[in-house]
Nanobody, 117 residues
Framework: QVQLVESGGGLAQPGGSLRLSCAPS????????MTWARQAPGKGLEWVST????????YYADSVKGRFTISRDNTKNTLYLQMNSLKPEDTALYYC??????????WGQGTQVTVSS
């Protein structure tokens, strides 16, 4: 069955960095675009970034553009989100999701990112 497992979250200071990872299984990773999304406390789900199956194209929400970088290693079956210049408003539960023709169809359990001094 399809599974997505996020890791790498934690506590960071404003201006700091974290790198999130997502380990997929149960499907051919290299044939799917992948997405990161987040949900801050008391707020709705926010799309963060998407990467094509081969990494040839990436897209970012305006709120993270220039600070976050999405990447993937299809040889290691791993999706990444490098987060730099973190702000308190980046505090959220971060999810990776598989992106198919019907949208984001499978989600991980999330990894918590807290940005605080």
């Amino acid at each position: 069955q399809v599974q997505l497992v996020e890791s790498g979250g934690g506590l960071a200071q404003p201006g700091g960095s974290l790198r999130l990872s997502c380990a997929p299984s149960g499907f051919t990773f290299s044939t799917y675009a992948m997405t990161w999304a987040r949900q801050a406390p008391g707020k709705g789900l926010e799309w963060v970034s998407t990467i094509y199956n081969d990494g040839s194209d990436t897209y970012y929400a305006d709120s993270v553009k220039g600070r976050f970088t999405i990447s993937r290693d299809n040889t290691k079956n791993t999706l990444y989100l490098q987060m730099n210049s973190l702000k308190p408003e980046d505090t959220a539960l971060y999810y990776c999701a598989r992106y198919s023709s019907v949208g984001m169809d499978y989600w991980g359990q999330g990894t918590q990112v807290t940005v605080s001094s």
